[in-house]
């Protein structure tokens, strides 16, 4: 069994955070790889209804995300937590109940896409152009679920003892082959890929995108299999384990529910956008889908590195070395302050190109740019909510960030919708999810300063 937790105790702060942030940020750079090639692979068809229909299935794929994270982030917090307080015959209960809670949920998600899949694809906002290719893809989504859903819990699971370097590896694993699989499931055989005749290919389209995708996570789920079973780890996956009792579900729901919940609001609000850019077209829709995916690049870096320091702000939380906590939040913010600036530079030089790497049709184009403009505008700060988000889950503050997730996504995001389209059209719907962002910046630095200045004061009153 190897101790992984001398990272949160003896590691300066700039090593504690690059040993747990660069394998979440390179995990996270490997997921955007992996996210954007069903989009490119299925651009590559040159239909923008299949890639439209990504788009419209995407929602849905998040709800599979979205109990991964229940399980997987609300685990890791609790687990860095309870290391911190000196818990561990705790943490094997708590690795337990994630495990066969995650199975088991996603063994209900894959049944209810199965059965449904038609009328929420329609809510989804598919049209008579869009709903075959995005049944398909659904179909295969919902037979994957339980795998899907376990490995994003298993990769948060082994952050939250300090492994990061195994967490990005099962990850990265999963989403490599996924990449590889791509053309071939998608694709057909002598079909032109950078310049190249492709030597085989099934040409199955977006149904061979949601194949992939399949199949890598089951992948995942065979590597962190493998790390429990060698006992590397100090979680346990031992079935007598499992328990709901002495505050185990409790303490495992209250940080993951703002985390799932982030994702199924990021679903209900995508739904939103597909159903408000319908009205302008298939074109409009496809565009949104290949700019939020762009814009992930930003995004999903920032997000490594505040997932990254998670278990650190955690840890130290329980073992209440609030300076250290906050020498550590600090230094990931200027971080990723650094890296939102130098990335939005970079794309608002070259966003015709970025928009052009997806599909060459000059409809989707022309949208795209402008998508993709509005939505980089908060890429150099939004990095600081990001950071702040995973702290208060770290510090196992469930309702600080249950109120961001609810913001960004639904609070503040969906009502700007309706407002911004019915004010200004088009261009409001496109500007919604930064005005959107540059709140909840200022929310979550007014949430920060509030939460650590009464530690501060609880501490000095004990010290007196």
Do not use: H
């Not at 660069?22 to 996270?28: A, D, E, I, N, R």
């Amino acid at each position: 069994m190897t101790d992984n937790t001398r990272v949160f105790e003896s590691y300066s702060i700039p090593r504690a955070v690059g040993a747990m942030a660069l394998p979440s940020m390179l995990g996270m750079l490997i997921n955007i790889v992996y996210n954007l090639a069903d989009t490119f692979f299925v651009g590559q068809t040159g239909d923008p209804n299949q890639v439209a229909a990504v788009s419209i299935a995407m929602p849905l794929f998040l709800f599979t995300m979205a109990g991964g994270n229940l399980f997987g982030v609300g685990g890791c917090a609790f687990i860095s937590r309870s290391l911190g307080e000196g818990k561990k015959d705790r943490v094997k209960t708590i690795s337990s109940f994630c495990v066969y809670s995650a199975i088991a949920l996603g063994v209900v998600i894959g049944a209810v896409f199965l059965i449904f899949k038609k009328p929420l694809l329609y809510a989804a906002g598919a049209s008579d152009n869009t709903i075959g290719f995005a049944q398909d893809y659904l179909k295969w989504v919902a037979l994957g679920a339980p795998f899907v859903i376990t490995a994003i819990m298993a990769g948060n699971l082994v952050r939250g003892e300090g492994a990061a370097k195994v967490s990005m590896f099962g990850m990265v694993i999963g989403q490599l082959v996924n990449i590889v699989l791509d053309p071939i499931f998608i694709l057909n055989s002598g079909d032109r890929l950078f310049g190249f005749n492709l030597p085989f290919g099934f040409g199955m389209g977006v149904s061979g995108a949601a194949i992939a995708t399949v199949l890598g996570n089951v992948v995942s789920v065979l590597f962190f299999l493998i790390y429990f079973l060698r006992g590397n780890s100090i979680l346990s996956i031992t079935p007598k384990r499992y328990s709901i009792k002495n505050g185990i579900a409790k303490g495992v729901i209250n940080v993951g529910l703002p985390a799932s919940l982030n994702n199924l609001l990021m679903s209900v609000s995508n739904i939103v956008v597909n159903i408000f850019l319908a009205s302008y077209g298939d074109c409009a829709v496809a565009a949104m889908g290949v700019a939020m995916k762009a814009n992930m690049l930003v995004v999903m870096l920032q997000l490594g590195l505040g997932q990254g320091i998670q278990p650190i702000v955690g840890y130290c939380y329980g073992a209440k070395k609030y300076d250290r906590m906050k020498k550590v939040i600090f230094f990931s913010i200027v971080c990723n302050i650094v890296i939102g600036t130098l990335m939005t530079v970079f794309y608002i030089l070259f966003k015709n190109q970025v928009i052009q790497m997806f599909i060459n049709e000059p409809s989707v184009i022309a949208y795209g740019v402008k998508m993709l403009v509005a939505l980089m505008v908060p890429g150099p700060v939004i990095g600081i909510m990001f950071v702040l988000n995973f702290s208060f889950q770290g510090m196992g503050k469930g309702f600080q960030s249950l109120f961001l997730s609810i913001g960004r996504q639904g609070l503040i995001y969906i009502p700007l919708l309706f407002i911004l389209n019915k004010a200004v059209g088009l261009g409001g719907i496109i500007w919604a999810q930064p005005s959107a962002d540059f709140a909840c910046i200022v929310a979550a630095i007014i949430m920060f300063m509030v939460i650590y200045n009464n530690l501060k004061k609880g501490t000095a009153i004990k010290n007196n």
